[in-house]
């Protein structure tokens, strides 16, 4: 099994910066890709960032261009590093992998609130 812990979110003012942590344990050898999900209140779960083995990351369209992201093999973390943050950026933020042979596994999340 793998679980995934995440860590970083809190208050931010617009225009502020922010960089969130997942750090995963388990069976971390079975993951495949990795990243980054996020759910405001009354929308769907959408895609931030996610990375695969090969080290190629694709981001989702409402943060593409305000977002670093990169994955840790040896400590079996990955971060994303969010810039130029609005109110439309207020989610609760989940670290996602896709787990070679199983099913994909979410942490619980992380809110991140972006005030005016």
């Known amino acids: 099994q793998v679980q995934l812990v995440e860590s970083g979110g809190g208050l931010v003012q617009a225009g502020g910066n922010l960089t969130l942590s997942c750090t995963a344990s388990?069976?971390?050898?079975?993951?495949?890709?990795i990243g980054w999900h996020r759910q405001a209140p009354g929308n769907q779960r959408e895609l931030v960032a996610l990375i695969n083995r090969d080290g190629t990351p694709n981001y989702g369209d409402s943060m593409k261009g305000r977002v670093a992201f990169w994955r840790d093999y040896r400590r079996d973390m990955v971060f994303l590093q969010m810039r130029d943050l609005n109110t439309e950026d207020t989610a609760v933020y989940y670290c996602y992998a896709d787990i070679r042979g199983g099913r994909g596994v979410w942490g619980q999340g992380t809110q991140v609130t972006v005030s005016s």
């Open positions: 388990g069976s971390t050898y079975r993951i495949d890709a």
